[in-house]
């Protein structure tokens, strides 16, 4: 079956734009995660999602970062107003159901450049 | 504050041989462990996983050891082949607690020479 889709691969975004990211997950997945990995390093948790609600946001470095699944399926991430910081990997990820031992499955990242 | 480390960021083995990969943790926490292989420009690919109320999982040719009080576990992969070599990633979570959320290393990258 289908795996975790993102789009776009990759994103180029000028310093102060605003980028919008997407998620498909594995169909009939509950929960939902994102994560961002920066060169060299593991990836760090963004948030959470159980269906269409959002469970767990502690992990967004600032306001600038928000993240939706108004349907419990398709997920945004939106990043406001880029900066240089913000260069890096956005992995999603999902799971079956919210238990602590589901695993989560990822997609392949949108490699995200901010100039 | 790095909760899971991995302190080798590269490791080479010969075709055949055993490599093994390692992992400490600090959050006495964690229940919940796993481990991911990834490829360039691919996202992570669970490779393996181990609860807390064992000290060993074995699919095939990968085995994953965990000592708890030592807070350490370890990838084994025997027999290494070529297809093997990709950058791995330790991953822990606490499970029983309500958090879903994984805590990664920084990663080791396998090379496995022909």
């Known amino acids: 079956g289908a795996g975790v889709s993102q789009s776009p691969r990759y994103k180029v975004a000028k310093r102060g734009q605003d980028v919008a990211l997407r998620c498909d997950p594995i169909s009939g997945h509950v929960s939902l995660f994102w994560y961002q990995q920066a060169l060299g390093q593991g990836p760090e948790f963004l948030t959470y999602?159980?269906?269409?609600?959002?469970?767990?946001k502690s992990g967004l470095p600032s306001d600038r970062f928000f993240a939706e699944r108004p349907e419990g399926s398709v997920s945004t991430l939106k990043i406001q107003r880029t900066q240089q910081e913000d260069s890096a990997v956005y992995l999603c990820?999902?799971?079956?159901?919210?238990?602590?031992?589901?695993?989560?499955?990822f997609g392949p990242g949108t490699r995200l450049t901010v100039l | 504050d790095q909760q899971v480390k991995q302190n080798s960021p590269s490791l080479s083995v010969q075709e055949g041989r055993i490599s093994i990969l390692n992992c400490d943790y600090t959050?006495?926490?964690?229940?919940?462990f796993l481990w991911y292989k990834k490829y360039p420009a691919e996202g992570p690919t669970f490779l393996i996983s181990i609860s807390s109320i064992k000290d060993k999982n074995e699919d095939g040719r990968f085995t994953v050891f965990l000592n708890k009080s030592a807070k350490h576990l370890s990838l084994h992969i025997v027999p290494s082949q070529p297809g093997d070599s990709a950058v791995y990633f330790c991953?822990?979570?606490?499970?029983?607690?309500?958090?879903?959320?994984?805590?990664f290393g920084t990663g080791t990258r396998l090379k496995v020479l022909a």
């Open positions: 999602f159980q269906n269409e609600a959002q469970l767990d």
């Open positions: 990820a999902s799971s079956l159901a919210h238990r602590g031992t589901d695993t989560q499955y």
């Open positions: 991953a822990a979570s606490a499970s029983s607690s309500g958090t879903y959320k994984y805590i």
């Open positions: 959050n006495s926490m964690f229940d919940y």
